[in-house]
């Protein structure tokens, strides 16, 4: 294991992903107990302000404080207000070393737009869709072939989307998606497989591939809030797929991943159909308890949940080592 070092894990936000940060933040300051490191944890809460573990409330000033004195944050924070850069760029500013991506990685990765257009200039398909922004139409919605899934361009846990079969149940779905970002993607839903693949940047630099994740539902039903969070989950690792077209999904993968800048781990969802892939969205602060995906498939490569923790650590350092 590398030197033990004193880990600040930032849980909560003020977004839809509250308690399911709240949850990845309680595993991981648990995993990095295990691998001896000095542990120590605070909480964003749903109105902003800030609190310890314990549950004192305290000021910004003081959780900067907090924060700066660590030698590592660990950001178990998930969805809009934090993911996307919005932390990252309070953790820049403090100069303390974190684990996981910077602003422009996670700004351009939690925009599932801006990432589409990235993964099409790398020559990486994805489903056809259009941009509503505001009442602002980039294409005609009506124009992409029914069944859709409308989903918020910004957002999280698949909070505010939902699988469109009828045209007169398009516009409601828009603007049910818009209660959690004005700008909604409005997409074909395509029926296949859904596949996920971890990447992770190693303190050497170099990127580690995990074992492909299948998610094992109908291949017509939207992995939606329901499916992740109210029944337990169906994840089959190693996914089952022919050599070929497990390389081709390692490449794309990484290919998104460099594209974005990100540091850390992602989980890059993606359709799989014959030997089609379809390339969905990425993730640069997946689900962190040793249940989550990401966890699953780096424990069928033989890295423990406290080892992948203990390794984003050493990494997010050797980052900050380099850059100074």
């Not at 907090?66 to 809009?80: I, M, T, Y």
């Not at 200039?121 to 869709?129: F, S």
């Amino acid at each position: 294991m590398s030197r033990a070092r004193h880990v600040l894990v930032l849980g909560g936000g003020a977004g839809a992903e509250h308690d399911v940060s709240i949850g990845s933040a309680a595993a991981v300051r648990e995993a990095l107990l295990a691998s001896g490191h000095l542990v120590t944890g605070l909480t964003i809460r749903r109105d902003g302000g800030w609190e310890t573990i314990s549950g004192a409330q305290i000021g910004i000033a003081a959780a900067i404080q907090r924060l700066s004195e660590s030698d590592v944050v660990f950001p178990a924070l998930h969805g809009e207000g934090t993911e996307d850069g919005t932390v990252a760029g309070l953790l820049e500013m403090t100069g303390v070393p974190y684990v996981g991506s910077g602003v422009r990685a996670g700004a351009l990765a939690m925009d599932k737009w801006a990432s589409k257009l990235i993964a099409e200039r790398l020559g990486i398909a994805t489903a056809r869709g259009v941009l509503i922004d505001g009442e602002d139409e980039h294409g005609d919605p009506a124009a992409v072939q029914l069944p859709v899934v409308v989903k918020p361009v910004a957002s999280g846990s698949s909070y505010g989307a939902a699988r469109v079969e009828r045209a007169q149940d398009l516009k409601p779905a828009i603007a049910a998606a818009q209660a959690y970002d004005s700008r909604v993607l409005v997409e074909e839903f395509v029926i296949a497989r859904e596949i996920d693949v971890a990447v992770m940047r190693r303190a050497d630099g170099e990127l580690h591939v995990a074992p492909p994740l299948e998610i094992g539902k109908d291949t017509e039903r939207l992995f939606d809030t329901a499916l992740k969070y109210d029944a337990p989950p169906d994840f089959r690792v190693p996914a089952q797929v022919s050599a070929e077209v497990r390389a081709r999904l390692n490449a794309a993968a990484k290919a998104i991943f460099q594209a974005l800048g990100c540091a850390g781990v992602a989980r890059v969802d993606f359709f799989v159909r014959g030997d089609e892939i379809i390339f969905n969205e990425i993730n640069t602060m997946p689900g962190m308890t040793e249940h989550s995906q990401v966890p699953r498939m780096f424990a069928v490569d033989g890295v423990t949940f406290p080892e992948l923790t203990a390794r984003l650590v050493a990494a997010a350092y050797a980052r900050d080592a380099r850059r100074s």
